[in-house]
């Protein structure tokens, strides 16, 4: 701690910051641009100038730069000082000379830290009468636009996407009065994290292109807090909406998830809320084809079937809330009850929850992932998987470096003068998977191989750093050499990390990264040990318990069941079609709950539309064992409503008690957390809807929302009262309480002063730490204090190749992998074309070259792929995009003949 | 495609530094030496000779006023415009240039033998107006001695 003075009055600030943290931690309005809590001080813009005083006795003082001074014991400042602030004033009228003042056709108007530096520092007239410098801006594709007229040089663009994200295509260009911040050349941002230039552009040069199609001010946003359901991590989102529909994904900062940052899937996937996908109508089957059928028709259907029958199952899903999931297994019995996850990926996913349960190593939170300074990454292409992690990695490599100018006493926020220092010196991350990776820039060696031949190596490592820890005998030399490394840059190491997880559809890998875990912990040293999760519930699915599909396929085979309810589940990604197929024909009924039309929901004989992310609320469990509860944005439209609805809908035409005492989301979530005892925490991941602050409950809109009187004029000229909301204590309007709600529960960043983003400063206990009142959240699962258990010790045989058959491995997509967000436009868009990956030398076997077709046979079913060239990959494994390309079904991987055509 | 000499010339700079990014600028004069100015396509060559992006060396590349990033003529005359200069005629000699030679500043004559561009300070604030033409500085410039200066350039 230190004490300093700030106009005269005595503060305890925080060791080791700089002055303008301190000030705006303590509730200062001090202007700044360049400055970012995750990138540190550069002193480029001179905005936040305050001037320090020697000691008591100076008055004439002097202007400093407070992000490039620390906060000293003793130190003197005054932020009201005249000269200060005209100096202030003359800086944000520098800087708008060039500025084009287009607020009014600038989508961040309204959320701009221009616009509001610009009033803080009382700069109300343009002298200038110069032209203005103007430029030609770029198409940088689908998901972010360019408006370069309105760059004020703040330099933050190019420092995170270069620096903190590692894009090497985004950079300055010119001098002067010319700079220019873009591309070499037109096209699209290549960095899987580009989108968080809308947020950290404290101006309108970079913003939301997909929000420009249904584009909405800030303050005219209803917004709720939303957790990302397009991987595992559950990063922290906020859904915003107007007139019905999903306008934008903003990041939700949870200092222990996300932190400023998402990905672009997260942030851009959304739009599939909006697609042509969407099923909005209750339907029926009628001859032979679904047909929209009146709710009450439906509901009516249901109790013709439902009541007393006893065959019926349910089948949940790993993308369904806990909550839904949960209803459907109370409306079907728990023995009747299947998880909804691929027999591999449940096996897996069972395998990975036992480990963290059964510890000695703890899964970390992303903000400790970013602080590890050793990695391994054993069978992940995290960039692809979960994105978030890789940003995370990428702050990972600087730890130990960052020791060593800690011993320069160079303060770690003082960032240009830290990476003069650190140059490219990077700390250790190993990756092995059986591709190349995105992050392979950053690695201190990488390592591709098949996936037998992956947990081999994570055997070996395990095995140099325990010798308890079963051997590898016959590795090969050089795999074992790299073994040795990395085991010695994790035993060295102060917070080691190893992530791995099921997309190499290998238990070994798995069991090889615990291993590696288990043999740090038991050197005593804190090691992390971080799996991915294929879906955004996977973990919390597998908490729920429930047979793998096979069960579900085999009770119907058996004729034990011929009434199957399917939850927000698409059967044909997770079993072979042939296999689904059969089981659907088999069934008498077939009812399925989806927001999309997918090929499940084609094959049911009814049809129940079910509310999105942004429309239901809900609690999913995120692969570091977080559940966090999401919120509905708005009430959807039409038939649509939240699953869990429909389930009570279904419990009460089947005549079930439990309909009479569940009518809003608290009831199934007591009903959930007395259930089942592994989930009985999630009461504590935000508070009940009988939550009130000051008597009111929290407004999902701004202050200055607008034009509620008429927004449904067009229908009808009275207005009409805002929706109830029974299940949250969130209310649809922009009555009730605005200005601090606890995190959990906070739709939006907005102080007053502070319109942008920027105002995330006013909700943080400290400066990049966690939000006041604590970050959103409530982990389930915590390793014991004494470790038990032992080694796996089944160490796979070497991969062999085949003389004519190949191993077919899913290869992972940001874009196009992930089931939901490839319905989004955008991201469609950028998502891979199919393709058949094999190496040059597997290439000239098979006398192919790149584009030429290939054929797959795959249970008996051919697939015709043109083929692409990928050096890394390893002999006798052919790669194919998942998701894309659907080979998976069983999520075993299979070997196939390949025939050129 | 970069030719062998260039090749060889880059080489030779690298051997200088522990970072072969270190001679980004000194790759592109050497490239400029060659011919003329730097092509989007001599950029992208350079930059993979370095393992840089081709953003990365173009935003070194614009940032300085002698690597040409479009086509000059045969012989570029720089004339200053910094104080000592202006005060001495810069803009009797920018004007004489201009209407000689039916060019703006910025511009290359249509027959490709001169592209005039402005500089600031040229170091020889003692014999202002001042310009340089490739290499060569000329100094207390007048019209009569621009005359004769453009003649010896073909």
């Known amino acids: 701690m230190a004490k300093i003075w700030v106009d005269d009055k005595w503060y305890e600030v925080g060791a080791d910051q700089s002055l303008l943290e301190a000030c705006l931690e303590l509730g200062f309005d001090l202007p700044y641009f360049c400055w970012h809590p995750a990138l540190g001080s550069v002193g480029a813009c001179r905005q936040c100038a305050v001037k320090q005083y020697r000691d008591e006795k100076d008055t004439r003082g002097r202007l400093v730069m407070s992000c490039m001074t620390p906060a000293s014991e003793g130190a003197r400042i005054s932020i009201k000082d005249a000269d200060a602030a005209s100096f202030r004033a003359g800086v944000v009228e520098g800087l708008m000379q060039n500025h084009p003042h287009d607020c009014p056709v600038c989508d961040e108007g309204g959320e701009c830290h221009l616009q509001d530096m610009t009033v803080m520092t009382g700069h109300n007239y343009r002298q200038t009468t110069y032209p203005k410098r103007t430029f030609r801006n770029q198409n940088l594709g689908p998901l972010i636009n360019h408006e370069m007229n309105r760059c004020i040089q703040c330099y933050r663009c190019v420092r995170y996407y270069r620096e903190y994200a590692g894009g090497r295509d985004l950079d300055a260009f010119a001098s002067r009065n010319q700079v220019f911040f873009g591309r070499h050349q037109e096209g699209t941002l290549q960095n899987e994290f580009a989108g968080n230039l809308v947020e950290i552009c404290p101006t309108g040069v970079f913003t939301d292109k997909t929000l420009k199609k249904h584009y909405t001010r800030k303050w005219d946003l209803q917004m709720a807090p939303s957790v990302c359901v397009h991987c595992g991590l559950g990063c922290n989102t906020t859904a915003a909406e107007r007139y019905g529909s ?112 059964q510890g000695p190593a703890r899964t970390p ?172 519930n996977s973990l919390g699915a597998n908490l729920m318990g429930g047979g793998d599909l096979s069960a579900a396929f085999k009770a119907v085979e058996e004729g034990r069941a011929d009434t199957v309810i399917i939850l927000e589940n698409d059967l044909y990604l997770k079993a072979p079609a042939a296999a689904v197929d059969r089981f659907l024909d088999a069934a008498r009924h077939v009812i399925a709950i989806d927001y999309l039309s997918t090929p499940t929901v084609a094959k049911s004989e009814l049809a129940l539309p079910a509310g999105a992310f942004a429309e239901s609320d809900g609690t999913l469990v995120s692969s570091e064992g977080r559940a966090q509860r999401f919120f509905q944005a708005y009430i959807p439209k039409d038939d649509i409503q939240q699953s869990w609805r429909w389930l009570i809908e279904m419990m009460r035409a089947a005549g079930r008690s439990e309909a009479e005492s569940w009518s809003t989301l608290d009831d199934v979530i007591a009903a959930l957390a007395q259930g089942i005892s592994a989930l009985a925490k999630i009461t504590e991941a935000a508070p009940s809807a009988k939550f009130r602050k000051l008597g009111e409950k929290i407004a999902r809109a701004p202050n200055r929302y607008s034009g509620r009187t008429s927004m449904l004029a067009n229908i009808n000229v009275s207005e009409p009262k805002p929706p109830d909301d029974p299940d949250s204590a969130l209310a649809f309007s922009m009555e009730g309480y605005q200005e601090h709600p606890p995190p959990s529960l906070t739709p939006f960043f907005w102080a007053p002063g502070w319109n942008s983003i920027q105002s995330l400063n006013k909700f943080q206990s400290e400066i990049k730490g966690p939000l006041r009142g604590g970050d959103p959240g409530v982990r389930l ?40 967000s490839r319905q989004a436009p955008a991201v469609a868009e950028l998502a891979p074309k199919p393709y058949l990956a094999v190496n040059s030398e597997d290439a000239a076997h098979l006398q192919v070259q790149a584009g030429d077709q290939i054929e797959v046979n795959l249970a008996g079913t051919a697939h015709r792929l043109p083929v692409a060239i990928h050096p890394d990959l390893p002999k006798g494994i052919a790669g194919f995009p998942a998701g894309v390309v659907s080979l998976e079904g069983t999520g075993l991987l299979a070997w196939s003949k390949l025939s050129r055509l | 495609m970069l030719s062998p000499e260039e090749r060889h010339e880059i080489e030779a700079e690298i051997a200088h530094y522990p970072d072969k990014r270190a001679v980004c600028i000194d790759a592109m004069k050497v490239v400029q030496k060659h011919r003329g100015w730097v092509s989007d396509e001599a950029l992208g060559d350079v930059a993979e000779f370095l393992g840089m992006s081709v953003d990365e060396l173009d935003s070194v590349a614009t940032f300085y006023n002698l690597i040409f990033r479009k086509p000059v003529g045969r012989h570029v005359i720089m004339v200053c415009d910094s104080v000592s200069c202006w005060l001495m005629g810069y803009d009797r000699v920018r004007d004489h240039l201009t209407s000689r030679l039916g060019i703006q500043l910025g511009e290359t004559t249509p027959d490709g033998r001169f592209t005039l561009l402005p500089i600031v300070c040229l170091g020889t604030c003692d014999h202002a107006p001042a310009m340089m033409v490739d290499n060569e500085l000329h100094r207390d410039l007048d019209a009569e001695k621009i005359d004769s200066i453009l003649e010896q350039y073909k």
Request: aromatic share 6%; charged share 25%; net charge neutral.
């Open chain 1, 781 to 820: 699962i915590e390793p014991p204090e004494t470790a038990n258990g032992s080694f796996f010790s089944s160490v796979p045989k070497p991969f062999a190749a085949r003389p004519e058959e190949w191993l077919l491995v899913p290869l992972y997509h940001i874009f196009g992998s992930e089931e939901l």
């Open chain 1, 365 to 536: 939170s992303l903000s400790e992932i970013e602080i590890s300074d050793a990695v391994l990454v054993l069978g992940e292409d995290v960039t692809n998987v979960a994105p978030r992690i890789a940003l995370a990695l990428r702050q990972s490599v600087r730890q130990q470096p960052m020791e060593f100018t800690d011993k320069l006493k160079i303060p770690r926020w003082l960032d240009h003068a830290v990476r003069e220092a650190i140059q490219d010196v990077k700390g250790p991350l190993f990756i092995a998977a059986p591709s190349a990776t995105r992050l392979d820039d950053a690695a201190t060696a990488t390592y591709r191989a098949a996936p037998d031949d992956l947990a081999r190596l994570g055997f070996a490592i395990a095995h140099a750093l325990d010798p308890q820890a079963p051997d590898v005998p016959d590795l090969a030399a050089g795999a074992r050499s790299l073994a040795e490394q990395i085991a010695a840059a994790l035993k060295s190491a102060k917070r080691p990390l190893v992530i791995s997880g099921p997309s190499s559809s290998s238990a070994a890998v798995i069991e090889a990264a615990a291993n590696v875990a288990r043999g740090l912990a038991k050197a005593g040293q804190a090691v992390g040990l971080a799996f991915t999760m294929p879906e955004a």
């Open chain 1, 246 to 357: 999903l306008r934008r994904i903003l990041n939700r900062y949870n200092g222990h998830v996300n932190g400023y940052f998402l990905c672009d899937r997260g942030r851009f996937g959304y739009e599939f809320v909006r697609g042509e996908q969407r099923i909005k109508q209750t339907l029926a089957r009628q001859d032979g084809k679904l047909k929209p059928l009146p709710k009450a028709k439906a509901i009516e259907q249901l109790g013709r079937v439902l009541p007393g029958n006893q065959k019926v199952i349910g089948i949940g899903s790993p993308r369904a809330s806990l909550e839904a999931n949960f209803a459907l297994r109370t409306l079907v019995g728990p023995e009747r009850f299947f998880s909804g996850m691929s027999d591999q990926g449940s096996h897996l996913v069972s395998l990975m929850e036992e480990i963290l349960r």
